[in-house]
């Protein structure tokens, strides 16, 4: 892997700021760029970097795929519009619904979802606006798992021998490329990002795609939202590097009104970690579990079962899918 990895404790992110402003001008000279935010730590730095260097030849776009946090993509707009960065939202959930119909293949999700993003709506994008580039927040993790056949990243393509601009008809700039998640939000705290912005758990790029287990559809998105909700709202205390909820394939036996039942399974996973290249599950107190199955099986239809993942990445990986 070509990429040179700058780490945390020997980051200085006033001057790696400085530095990829000016190689941000200077690569797109006089010209235009498209930037993708989805709120996360990572594009939201590049997003503020893109900005400091190219202001308004900056064009900053959410694309509202359907598979985002409840209120997402209102609450990503509303915060960079008090920072002063405009952002336009992109409705395309009926498309990234199309690509992922009948889809169950991990892999195969992770390429549609890729397809989609980059070929059929930032290729169009690009073309009508007449940018000869896209920034986003690649980071050195989502190239190592890539790279190294753990799990392929859909912000990975150059790194792959992808030409993007023989491909899709844009160059993409990855100021972020060098950094793990722990020195990126060492850049974002030092960009005067708010902390709901810096600190926030990672969140992966094929969004709640990555935390459904077989095809995704806006049914099974709802539910592991809500669950993803509820996780969110318990655990926020808990200074855990990342928690989530995963609903499963299969459904499973249990009891409903003294009668048996099948119904859905959701899965919870907290971690602790630095850099997300391994982690251990967070131990979490019993009482928080029993508060946490409650919640998921009272407010959402359909699932009856919450089971808690305790293995360690490795051989886990943070994210299911």
């Known amino acids: 892997m070509e990429v040179q990895e700058i780490k945390v404790d020997s980051l200085d992110a006033k001057s790696f700021i400085k530095e990829k ?25 590049v997003t503020m970097l893109g900005h400091r260097a190219l202001g308004e030849r900056l064009k900053t776009l959410f694309v509202d795929n359907g598979i985002m946090r409840h209120g997402e993509p ?35 999700k992770r390429e549609a979802i890729t397809r989609v993003f980059y070929k059929e709506i930032f290729g169009e994008l690009v073309k009508k606006s007449e940018a000869k580039y896209l920034l986003q927040g690649t980071n050195y993790t989502d190239v190592e798992e890539t790279v190294a056949g753990i799990k392929r990243q859909h912000n990975i393509l150059e790194q792959l021998g992808i030409d ?120 979490l107190p019993y009482d928080v579990l029993e508060k946490l199955a409650a919640r998921i099986t009272n407010e959402i239809a359909g699932v009856i079962s919450v089971t808690y993942n305790i293995t360690k990445k490795p051989p886990s990986t943070i994210e299911a899918i």
């Not at 001008?25 to 006089?30: E, H, K, P, S």
């Not at 209102?74 to 960079?80: H, I, N, T």
């Not at 939202?225 to 928690?243: D, K, M, P």
């Open 164 to 283: 993007t601009q023989k491909q899709y008809g844009y160059k993409v700039i990855e100021p972020l490329v060098q950094l793990r998640k722990s020195g990126v939000r060492e850049v974002a705290k030092a960009l005067g990002l708010p902390e709901e912005l810096y600190s926030r758990p990672p969140f992966p790029g094929p969004a709640l795609a990555a935390r459904v287990i077989g095809e995704v559809t806006p049914g099974r998105i709802e539910i592991v939202r809500e669950a993803t909700r509820i996780v969110e709202e318990e655990l926020s205390n808990t200074g855990a590097f990342q928690y989530l909820a995963i609903l499963h394939q299969d459904k499973v036996t249990g009891i409903k009104e003294g009668k048996r039942d099948y119904g859905l399974q959701i899965e919870v996973r907290c971690w602790e970690s630095k850099d997300a290249k391994e982690g251990s599950p967070t131990r």
């Open 74 to 108: 209102q609450r990503v707009v509303s915060l960079f519009g008090e920072l002063g960065v405009p952002v336009e939202i992109v409705d395309a959930k009926e498309q990234f619904f199309d690509a992922l119909k009948g889809v169950t293949d991990p892999e195969e």
């Open 21 to 45: 402003i000016s190689e941000i001008a200077g690569i797109v000279g006089n010209g235009s760029a498209i930037n993708a935010l989805s709120g996360g730590v990572d594009s939201s730095a």
